[in-house]
């Protein structure tokens, strides 16, 4: 079965700062999705970027990056310019390419605070 | 375009209670997941289904919890009798076989008290 680990239950980052949250992930898969997903005091889930690990390229939107170490099962999470907005719960979460649908299996998440 | 939708987005029962959650998923996804999360647990997943059919629902906790997706646009989590450790927030999420993002409802708030 995969397992996914998020080793800092929390983390902090000044405004502007750059901070990486970590997540290694278990499988014995070759082709399957990695995901990012950020969860505010809202609650909702929002999605923040995804890779598909038959792409060695790593994955960017905006100000959010990762470095996918397929090797390695290491599936980092970068965030530059921090901003205020960016305090959440952020998950990390692993998905089996599969036609017939599969489920996301998540890590236990790390709370990031932003300080001005 | 809309996103899953979710109702009630908050209820507060008593406890025996029958509680009903329920879901419309994105148009078009054929997949549609219930995720419960707790402190204590995180998210965990309850049940899935693909074209309607129950896939996995290995995550189901007990008898009292039951799911039923009776067409493609809609399903309900239903849990009789309701205790105060089912309190949680219920997440319907929902994806295409042709695509490989999940996306989430807001959730619906359970408090059992």
């Known amino acids: 079965a995969q397992t996914v680990t998020q080793s800092q239950p929390e983390m902090s980052v000044q405004e502007a700062e750059t901070v990486t949250l970590s997540c290694t992930y278990d499988?014995?898969?070759?082709?399957?999705?990695l995901f990012w997903y950020k969860q505010p005091p809202s609650r909702q889930m929002i999605l923040v970027i995804r890779?598909?690990?038959?792409?060695?390229q790593n994955a960017t939107e905006n100000r959010f990056s990762v470095n996918f170490q397929k090797a390695a099962k290491s599936f980092s999470l970068k965030i530059s310019d921090s901003q205020l907005g960016d305090a959440a719960m952020y998950f990390c979460?692993?998905?089996?390419?599969?036609?017939?649908?599969?489920?996301?299996?998540f890590g236990k998440g790390t709370t990031l605070s932003v300080s001005s | 375009d809309a996103g899953v939708i979710q109702s009630p987005r908050h209820e507060v029962t008593e406890m025996g209670q029958e509680v009903t959650l329920r879901c419309k998923p994105i148009?078009?996804?054929?997949?549609l997941f219930w995720y419960r999360q707790t402190m204590m647990r995180g998210l965990e997943l309850l049940i899935y289904?693909?074209?309607?059919?129950?896939?996995?629902d290995s995550g189901m906790p007990e008898d009292r919890f039951s799911a039923k997706m009776p067409n493609a646009s809609f399903s309900t989590l239903k849990i009789q009798p309701s205790e105060p450790r089912d309190s949680a927030v219920y997440f319907c999420?929902?994806?295409?076989?042709?695509?490989?993002?999940?996306?989430f409802g807001e959730g619906s708030w359970l408090t059992v008290v």
């Open positions: 999420a929902s994806s295409s076989d042709a695509g490989n993002t999940i996306y």
């Open positions: 499988t014995s898969e070759s082709d399957y999705y």
């Open positions: 890779q598909e690990a038959y792409k060695q």
């Open positions: 979460a692993y998905r089996t390419r599969n036609q017939a649908g599969t489920a996301l299996i």
């Open positions: 148009s078009g996804h054929n997949s």
């Open positions: 289904f693909n074209n309607n059919v129950p896939i996995d």
